[in-house]
């Protein structure tokens, strides 16, 4: 990768991090990428504008049973009846299975339906999310992460308990560990959850708290302690 | 009973999403827009559409995603009804000079200023990139563009960007 290459990469994401054999050679480029950096803060902070009180418009009442479509084809009224409930209350069971937006008999099992629903996120990797990607899912005003707990290589912002929270994967030694940093979510002490396949703990950090989810026969302890010392909340 | 609890869990789902991404919501659509009062019509309309429409979003991990979508098509239809004129950066109303309230911060102000002054084509990109945290390939898919047009739109806009605030 030449000059050229590298400022055409850097400029059209800062966040690249290709390249490493280059920057590291070259002190023209080591500066480029720095000044690019300071112009994205300056973008963000720009960008930033004061947004208004929320006004929420009136909204229609939804015939529930436009939820899910029903076949067109005619049916004798107790046969359409039957099946109708059944689709209705299948739509039912499978929002509450879905996690979205409704109410869960505890935190725990908000969560293991949460990372249920992004298997994606679950991926053995040794890539790991670049710099920039983290400082957006983890703001310098939320908490302050070092890299100690292991090699992040997911980051996303989800929504657990109406709250938006970091959603980390770390590599685990027998896979993928899943991290939900929540510093609004107080619990009283730690909290052991079992799924089907995983184990988890959510451990009071301050006035929040953190959850930790791996593999059965993850060695979470280990990784717990790590994940505490790397965690530092800044609300 | 059982319609009456569905539509409470369906009006809490809602809640829920507006409450969490409203902020994104609008400062998309104040940007995508360049005008404080039309965002907020569009986050209103918007905010109606995606109450209609809440069913068809299976995936709390895409809601933001979706949200954005339709701020951008409502934006589209917007435009479109009222077939808005190009705006005159000399030449603002008041609302649009609202989005460019004076800072403190002197950098801060001609960096708002510098955004402002770029074609859509270029701001849009910017927008999803560093405010909303897309990747680049998220952003393809948002604005159906190829990844690679992406890229140069980006390096085109912090290039722009820099001279502009290189200027003195």
């Not at chain 1, 023209?28 to 963000?44: F, G, N, P, V, W």
């Not at chain 1, 069971?93 to 298997?119: C, K, N, Q, W």
């Not at chain 2, 609302?95 to 960096?111: I, K, P, R, Y």
Request: proline share 4%.
């Amino acid at each position: 990768m030449n000059c050229e290459d590298y400022r055409e990469a850097i400029a059209a994401d800062p966040s690249f991090d290709g390249g490493a054999g280059h920057m590291s050679e070259c002190s023209a480029c080591q500066a480029y990428r720095k000044e690019m950096l300071e112009l994205d803060r300056t973008i963000s902070r720009a960008l930033s504008l004061n947004v208004p009180e929320l006004i929420v418009p009136d909204l229609p009442d939804i015939d529930s049973s436009n939820v899910v479509a029903l076949s067109k084809r005619r049916m004798s009224p107790p046969v359409w009846l039957a099946m109708a409930a059944t689709v209705v209350l299948a739509a039912f069971v499978g929002f509450r299975m879905m996690g979205t937006g409704v109410e869960y008999g505890s935190l725990g099992e908000e969560l293991l339906a949460h990372i249920d629903h992004e298997p994606y996120a679950l991926r053995v990797s040794d890539k790991p999310v670049s710099d920039a990607r983290l400082d957006r899912v983890v703001p310098a005003e939320l908490a302050r992460l070092d890299h100690s707990a292991g090699l992040i290589s997911y980051a996303q912002t989800c929504v657990v308990n109406g709250r938006k929270v970091p959603h980390l994967v770390i590599q685990g030694e027998r896979g993928p560990v899943t991290i939900l940093l929540m510093p609004d979510e107080m619990v009283s002490g730690p909290e052991s959850i079992t799924g089907e396949n995983i184990k988890g703990v959510i451990l009071p950090v301050g006035d929040g708290s953190i959850a930790i989810f791996g593999e059965r026969e993850e060695a979470l302890e280990r990784i717990e302690r790590k994940v505490l010392d790397s965690v530092t909340w800044k609300t | 009973m059982q319609s009456n609890e569905t539509a409470i869990l369906r009006r809490q789902r809602f809640d829920e999403y507006v409450g969490v991404y409203h902020q994104d919501m609008y400062r998309y659509a104040a940007w995508l827009s360049r005008d404080k009062a039309i965002a907020e019509d569009v986050v209103q309309e918007a905010l109606l559409r995606a109450w209609k429409s809440l069913d068809a979003l299976r995936e709390d991990a895409s809601a933001k995603q979706w949200l954005l979508t339709i701020v951008r098509r409502e934006n589209a239809r917007y435009f479109e009804r009222k077939r808005l004129e190009t705006v005159d950066i000399d030449n603002l109303t008041a609302s649009q000079a609202a989005l460019l309230a004076v800072e403190e911060d002197q950098e801060l102000d001609d960096m708002r200023q510098a955004i402002y002054e770029l074609d859509d084509e270029y701001r849009e990109p910017l927008v999803l990139q560093v405010l909303m945290g897309y990747s680049t390939n998220e952003i393809a898919e948002q604005m159906d563009l190829k990844q690679g047009a992406v890229l140069t739109r980006l390096h085109r806009a912090r290039a722009k960007l820099r001279d502009k605030m290189a200027q003195p």
